[in-house]
C-alpha cells in the first residue's frame, strides 16, 4: 500500500519543515534561522566520461554542504538516476542534525550523480568516479568535507576517491573519505555499525519505559545492511525476533525466527534475498501486514514513506524505530504520536553509521588504529548517551522523541554559530 498523499513526500519540504517546527519551538534567533534555512555552498558539475565502447557520456553531478558551523561536512555520496541538486541538498541538511545530535564534529553534506550504476561496466564507474572526485576536489577535504559511501556506492567507491584525491594532492590523503576497506585505513566494526546503533536505541527505548527484553518482540523490515544487523544485534539484546521482510515480501513465525540461518540463506542465494526461504512455523507475509504486526519493537529498515497516512492508524507495534531515513511521513508521524506510539527518530536511531565513520576519520588523523571492542564500547557510549539527552529533553520539554531530537540538535548548531559570529 504506497501512500496517497504525495505532497507528504517530498523531501526537502519534510527536512525543512522538520528544521522550522524545531526553530519556532526553540524560538530560535531570527538571524540563526535564516542562515540555517539556506545551504551553505552547492556545486553542480558536468562529467563526460569516455564509455567503453569510446563514446562519450556526460552525467551530472552535485555536492551539497549545509553548514560548516561545527565542523568539515560530513555525507555520503550516492549513485541513482533519481539524484537532484534539491535532494542532496535535503539530505545534507538531515546530515547536520544527525551529526550534531550524536555530537561527532561534523556538519552536513551530501552528494551523488544522476546515473544508473547497473548499467555501466566497472571501469566506466571507476572512470566516472574519478571524474566526478576530480570535479568536487576543490571543495572536498580531510578538513573540509568528508564524504563516505551511499546509495550504489561502496569500499571499492570509495578508494577510487581516496587514490584520485591522493594524486590530486600529491600526498596519501586517507582521511578525506570514510567507509573504507580495513586494508586501506578504514575502520573495524563499520559494517555493522547502523544495525548496532538502531539494537542500542531501541533497547534505551525499552529499558527507559521498564520492560522486560526478553519478554519482548521485533518485526525488522528491510533484510539488508542495516535491516540484517539490526535483526542481529536486537536478537542478541533477547528480544524475540518474529517477523522480517525483503523486497520479496515477509517472513513470519511467532514463536521467533532464526535470523542467522536467515542470513546465511541470502549470503548463498542467487538473488541475495530471501526469495524462496523457507522453515518450519514461518508463514509468508506482505510487507504491508507486516508493519501492521503487534509487536513490541517495529524496525522500518528498509526506504522511506512505508509509515503513511493510510496505514499510521494500523500500527501495533509499541515502539517504532526508524532504522531507514525517513520511513515515517510527518501525517503518520503525528497519528502514531497522538496514539502513543513512541517512535524513535532516524536521526538517533541510524546514526551509527555516522559514529564510526567519524572513529574512522579520528583513527586516520591519529595514523593508529582501534580494536574491534573499542569501536564497539565507543559506540555504545555516543549512543546511549545521544539517546539519553534526546529522551532527557524530550521529558523535559514535553515533546515527542523526533521534537526533542531536532531541537537538541538544532540548538548545538544554533550554539555553535552563535560563537562564531557572522563572518566578517
Ligand atoms: P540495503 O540496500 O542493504 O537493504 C535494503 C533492504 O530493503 C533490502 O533487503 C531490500 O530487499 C529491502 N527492501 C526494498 N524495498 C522493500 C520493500 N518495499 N519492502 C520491504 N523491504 C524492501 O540498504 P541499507 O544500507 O540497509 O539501507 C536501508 C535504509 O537505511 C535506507 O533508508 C538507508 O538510507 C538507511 N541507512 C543506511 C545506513 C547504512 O549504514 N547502510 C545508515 C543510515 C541509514
Not at 366 to 382: M, Q, S
Request: hydrophobic content about 40%.
Amino acid at each position: 500500500m504506497m501512500p496517497k498523499n504525495t505532497n507528504e513526500n517530498s523531501l526537502l519540504a519534510n527536512a525543512q519543515a522538520s528544521f522550522d517546527k524545531a526553530a519556532r519551538m526553540l524560538n530560535l534567533d531570527p538571524n540563526i534561522y535564516a542562515i540555517l534555512r539556506s545551504n551553505e555552498r552547492a556545486l553542480t558539475v558536468s562529467l563526460p566520461v569516455e564509455m567503453d565502447d569510446g563514446h562519450v557520456e556526460v552525467f551530472t553531478g552535485y555536492r551539497a554542504q549545509h553548514t560548516t558551523a561545527r565542523g568539515p561536512g560530513k555525507g555520503g555520496i550516492r549513485y541513482h538516476l533519481a539524484v537532484t541538486q534539491e535532494e542532496v541538498t535535503a539530505l545534507a541538511q538531515l546530515m547536520t542534525w544527525k551529526c550534531s545530535l550524536v555530537n561527532v564534529p561534523f556538519s552536513g553534506a551530501k552528494g551523488g550523480v544522476s546515473v544508473d550504476p547497473r548499467k555501466l561496466s566497472e571501469n566506466e564507474l571507476r572512470r566516472l568516479t574519478r571524474r566526478y572526485t576530480y570535479a568536487i576536489s576543490p571543495i572536498i577535504g580531510p578538513n573540509t568535507d568528508i564524504p563516505a559511501p551511499d546509495m550504489n556506492t561502496d569500499e571499492k567507491t570509495m578508494t577510487w576517491i581516496t587514490d584520485t584525491y591522493s594524486m590530486i594532492k600529491g600526498e596519501s590523503s586517507g582521511e578525506i573519505v570514510t567507509g573504507k576497506p580495513v586494508s586501506l585505513g578504514g575502520s573495524v566494526g563499520r559494517v555493522n555499525a547502523t544495525g548496532l546503533g538502531v539494537a542500542i536505541a531501541a533497547k534505551q527505548a525499552l529499558l527507559r519505559n521498564d520492560y522486560d527484553l526478553d519478554n519482548c518482540t521485533a518485526v525488522v523490515q528491510g533484510f539488508g545492511n542495516v535491516g540484517t544487523w539490526s535483526a542481529r544485534h536486537i536478537a542478541d539484546r533477547g528480544l524475540k525476533i518474529i517477523a522480517v521482510s525483503d523486497i520479496s515480501g515477509g517472513y513470519y513465525n511467532p514463536k521467533g525466527l532464526n535470523i542467522e540461518k536467515m542470513i546465511a540463506y541470502v549470503k548463498q542465494s542467487e538473488s541475495r534475498a530471501l526469495e524462496g526461504y523457507s522453515a518450519s512455523g514461518v508463514d509468508s507475509i506482505s510487507n504491508d501486514d507486516l508493519l501492521c504486526l503487534p509487536c513490541d519493537v517495529l524496525v522500518p529498515a528498509a526506504m522511506e514513506n512505508q509509515i503513511h497516512l493510510d496505514n499510521a492508524n494500523e500500527i501495533q507495534a509499541k515502539f517504532v524505530v526508524e532504522g531507514a531515513n525517513g520511513p515515517t511521513t510527518p501525517g503518520a508521524d503525528a497519528i502514531l504520536n497522538e496514539r502513543g506510539v513512541i517512535v524513535v527518530p532516524d536521526i538517533l536511531a541510524n546514526a551509527g553509521g555516522v559514529v564510526v565513520s567519524y572513529f574512522e576519520w579520528v583513527q586516520g588523523r591519529e595514523g593508529f588504529y582501534w580494536t574491534a571492542d573499542e569501536v564497539k564500547d565507543r559506540l555504545h557510549r555516543f549512543m546511549e548517551v545521544a539517546f539519553n539527552d534526546m529522551y532527557d529533553f524530550s521529558l523535559k520539554r514535553r515533546v515527542s522523541l523526533r521534537d526533542s531530537a531536532m531541537m537538541l540538535a538544532v540548538q548545538r548548531v544554533a550554539e555553535a554559530i552563535a560563537l562564531r559570529g557572522v563572518f566578517p
